[in-house]
């Protein structure tokens, strides 16, 4: 069974509206962390938002948010006010504290802004 | 601060040849990170190092990959014999600790013919 699920391979979103990103994930563990990556054309991996399970506040970053719905197992990915440099690859990752720490990511979504 | 440094960024090569891909992690990282990310696909992590010991290969194909962290800094990454499977972009990756946050360099983009 897959570990990360996103299930819109794309997206299409006009300039400055709010688009979604769905994640769902598959772990047994209490204690795991949730990861947003984006990946424009040029190939960089960047670092986006973290939710921790732990947390009670769904994490923030400017236009970045997490809906982060423990008992649905999702961490959905809200980005406020699109912009055009927003179209690139998002990808879903989990770390589990079992093993070594390591990500585990999803197919990733496709976003593409239109002006 | 520097970012994650890869070369090359671009590679094509001949099947059963021979290709090296080098990543510099950023200063004071503890954890450097390999990972194969094929088309249409998300990253998959092929090998972790702690300093310069390896702490998880267990999805490295060891009968054609291998991979060493020179004195806890750089790292080599070896493809030896490439096979067409092998067409893919290396991502090479790093963190303060392990489980923190990680950092990605631009990747090398692999085209076995």
């Known amino acids: 069974a897959q570990k990360i699920t996103q299930t819109q391979p794309g997206m299409f979103v006009q300039e400055k509206e709010a688009v979604t990103l769905d994640c769902t994930y598959d772990?047994?563990?209490?204690?795991?962390?949730l990861f947003w990556y984006k990946q424009p054309s040029s190939g960089e991996m960047i670092f986006l938002i973290y939710?921790?399970?732990?947390?009670?506040q769904n994490a923030t970053e400017g236009r970045y948010s997490l809906n982060f719905q423990k008992a649905r197992k999702s961490a959905n990915l809200v980005i406020s006010a699109s912009q055009l440099g927003d179209s690139a690859m998002y990808f879903c990752?989990?770390?589990?504290?079992?093993?070594?720490?390591?990500?585990?990511f999803g197919k990733g979504t496709m976003l593409l802004v239109s002006p | 601060e520097a970012g994650v440094a890869q070369s090359p960024r671009y590679k094509i090569i001949e099947k059963r040849q021979s290709v090296a891909f080098w990543c510099n992690p950023i200063?004071?990282?503890?954890?450097l990170y390999w990972y194969q990310q094929i088309l249409g696909q998300g990253p998959k992590l092929l090998i972790q190092?702690?300093?310069?010991?390896?702490?998880?290969d267990s999805q490295l194909p060891k009968d054609r990959f291998s991979a060493e962290r020179l004195k806890g800094v750089d790292s080599t990454l070896k493809i030896q014999p490439a096979k067409l499977e092998d067409s893919a972009v290396y991502l090479c990756?790093?963190?303060?600790?392990?489980?923190?946050?990680?950092?990605f360099g631009p990747g090398t983009r692999l085209t076995v013919l």
């Open positions: 990756a790093s963190s303060r600790v392990v489980g923190n946050e990680q950092f």
């Open positions: 772990t047994s563990d209490q204690s795991y962390g």
């Open positions: 939710q921790g399970s732990y947390d009670e």
């Open positions: 990752a989990m770390r589990e504290p079992s093993g070594y720490s390591t990500l585990t």
């Open positions: 200063s004071g990282h503890a954890t």
């Open positions: 190092f702690q300093n310069n010991g390896v702490v998880d």
